[in-house]
């Protein structure tokens, strides 16, 4: 029988995953031509999207110069954009970025 790790983490922990990897992703930079995908942080942090969502609401509570940015166009979405979304106000959000 194999046991498979469930790792869960704080909100604070989570946040602080994301904000380093889109910083790693950005290179640094911020505003709107700074847009990570949630698809990106995910690949590069092993994320959960439940994680993500948690950090996401994190950020957007304690962060005021972090957005959550919904994709308009929904239909250029890919599967892996879609599956890492993080759903904030019933929304799904697939962008981050800091203003």
């Not at 046991?3 to 994301?18: H, K, P």
């Not at 962060?63 to 166009?73: A, G, L, R, W």
Request: charged fraction near 20%; aromatic fraction near 6%; charge should be negative.
């Amino acid at each position: 029988m194999q046991i498979t790790e469930i790792r869960m983490m704080n909100d604070e922990t989570a946040a602080d995953e994301i904000r380093w990897a889109h910083r790693t992703l950005s290179n640094g930079q911020t505003g709107l031509a700074a847009c990570v995908s949630f698809a990106a942080i995910a690949a590069i942090t092993g994320l959960t999207t439940a994680d993500m969502t948690a950090g996401a609401l994190w950020l957007v509570r304690n962060d005021p110069n972090v957005y959550v940015i919904p994709e308009s166009n929904q239909k250029v979405l890919r599967p892996e954009e879609r599956a890492a979304a993080v759903s904030i106000g019933g929304q799904h959000k697939h962008w981050i970025t800091w203003l």
